[in-house]
């Protein structure tokens, strides 16, 4: 027969626990409060870009998945949905600035306009902004490689050097099809004029591929292509300064003909005036997004021999 386990009553039990009472443990460091550790070191900028696409959820266009948004240009197979640009992430004291700023357009425009803030993802964490350096270019998967060759060449031979903007002006525009309508801040012109100087070596990348520059002659396209945002008049026929702008907010409703301009609104005017013009962003790097994958062309650094490629 097997052997019972003798398991002692709860009376022995309770003797053998006080006759040997637990030891305390002597605090550790590890125990010691939060308050007491150094901050975290800053995150690395690549780190963004490792984390800038959302999990596609669907294979095709659907809008209900982006608050009733459609694609401008439809997914191609084969293709790598593209785009150059200058990639800003505001600090919760500048993202605390431009909330207010939406908040005063949302408070003046016609009643039941929804206007959606650009400075959150679909989980409420912050996104980043952009300054556009190219349309949205559709390339094939053979000519990914190449086309980042060209543009890293180019964009290191117009010889900027990591730069400051500012910003003025702010006004709504529409996409090509007026199916949505951007609230847009306008970029005044830097100091050495790099926005231009990036913005011809985007073009002349695209061109060589086959694809329209942005700004270019050959017709607009979508968010804001060629809105004057009236910072002052063209200097030259490639001068295309007030056209850099970067997108804060967007809306399916077209505004009414009062809130068209935002800056009619004294509420608004004063807060861009007292607040956001205060604010300056410095960009060190071009991104360039293909695909999912985003790429860092570093601004006044010459590529070394014996590198990986641009790819990896």
């Given at each position: 027969?097997?052997?019972?386990?003798?398991?002692?009553?709860?009376?022995?039990?309770?003797?053998?626990?006080?006759?040997?009472?637990?030891?305390?443990?002597?605090?550790?460091?590890?125990?010691?409060?939060?308050?007491?550790?150094?901050?975290?070191?800053?995150?690395?900028?690549?780190?963004?870009?490792?984390?800038?696409?959302?999990?596609?959820?669907?294979?095709?266009?659907?809008?209900?998945?982006?608050?009733?948004?459609?694609?401008?240009?439809?997914?191609?197979?084969?293709?790598?949905?593209?785009?150059?640009?200058?990639?800003?992430?505001?600090?919760?004291?500048?993202?605390?600035?431009?909330?207010?700023?939406?908040?005063?357009?949302?408070?003046?425009?016609?009643?039941?306009?929804?206007?959606?803030?650009?400075?959150?993802?679909?989980?409420?964490?912050?996104?980043?902004?952009?300054?556009?350096?190219?349309?949205?270019?559709?390339?094939?998967?053979?000519?990914?490689?190449?086309?980042?060759?060209?543009?890293?060449?180019?964009?290191?031979?117009?010889?900027?050097?990591?730069?400051?903007?500012?910003?003025?002006?702010?006004?709504?525009?529409?996409?090509?099809?007026?199916?949505?309508?951007?609230?847009?801040?306008?970029?005044?012109?830097?100091?050495?004029?790099?926005?231009?100087?990036?913005?011809?070596?985007?073009?002349?990348?695209?061109?060589?591929?086959?694809?329209?520059?942005?700004?270019?002659?050959?017709?607009a396209t979508s968010e804001g292509e060629?809105?004057?945002?009236?910072?002052?008049?063209?200097?030259?026929?490639?001068?295309?300064?007030?056209?850099?702008?970067?997108?804060?907010?967007?809306?399916?409703?077209?505004?009414?003909?009062?809130?068209?301009?935002?800056?009619?609104?004294?509420?608004?005017?004063?807060?861009?005036?007292?607040?956001?013009?205060?604010?300056?962003?410095?960009?060190?790097?071009?991104?360039?997004?293909?695909?999912?994958?985003?790429?860092?062309?570093?601004?006044?650094?010459?590529?070394?021999?014996?590198?990986?490629?641009?790819?990896?």
């Open positions: 027969m097997t052997t019972l386990v003798a398991y002692p009553d709860s009376d022995s039990e309770q003797d053998a626990h006080d006759a040997h009472p637990p030891k305390r443990k002597r605090p550790t460091p590890a125990s010691a409060s939060c308050n007491d550790l150094p901050p975290p070191p800053p995150l690395p900028a690549a780190f963004h870009d490792l984390y800038s696409t959302a999990t596609r959820v669907s294979t095709s266009d659907d809008p209900s998945l982006h608050a009733g948004r459609k694609r401008a240009i439809p997914h191609m197979e084969g293709h790598w949905m593209s785009h150059v640009y200058l990639e800003w992430h505001p600090t919760a004291a500048e993202s605390s600035t431009l909330a207010s700023l939406i908040a005063h357009v949302q408070a003046s425009a016609d009643a039941g306009a929804t206007i959606h803030s650009s400075l959150q993802t679909a989980l409420n964490t912050p996104a980043p902004l952009h300054i556009s350096l190219s349309r949205t270019l559709p390339i094939p998967t053979e000519t990914r490689a190449p086309f980042l060759t060209a543009l890293n060449a180019q964009i290191q031979r117009t010889g900027a050097r990591p730069f400051d903007i500012k910003f003025g002006g702010l006004k709504w525009v529409s996409n090509y099809d007026r199916t949505r309508w951007f609230l847009v801040m306008g970029v005044q012109k830097p100091a050495r004029d790099e926005l231009n100087a990036l913005l011809r070596a985007c073009n002349r990348t695209a061109k060589t591929h086959g694809f329209p520059e942005l700004y270019g002659k050959d017709g060629g809105i004057d945002m009236g910072l002052g008049k063209l200097e030259a026929a490639d001068d295309h300064s007030a056209a850099f702008h970067v997108s804060l907010a967007w809306s399916l409703e077209a505004p009414g003909k009062d809130a068209r301009n935002p800056l009619a609104d004294k509420v608004v005017r004063e807060w861009m005036e007292d607040e956001v013009l205060k604010i300056a962003v410095r960009f060190d790097a071009v991104k360039v997004k293909i695909g999912n994958a985003v790429h860092a062309v570093d601004l006044g650094k010459k590529r070394e021999s014996g590198t990986k490629g641009i790819l990896g």
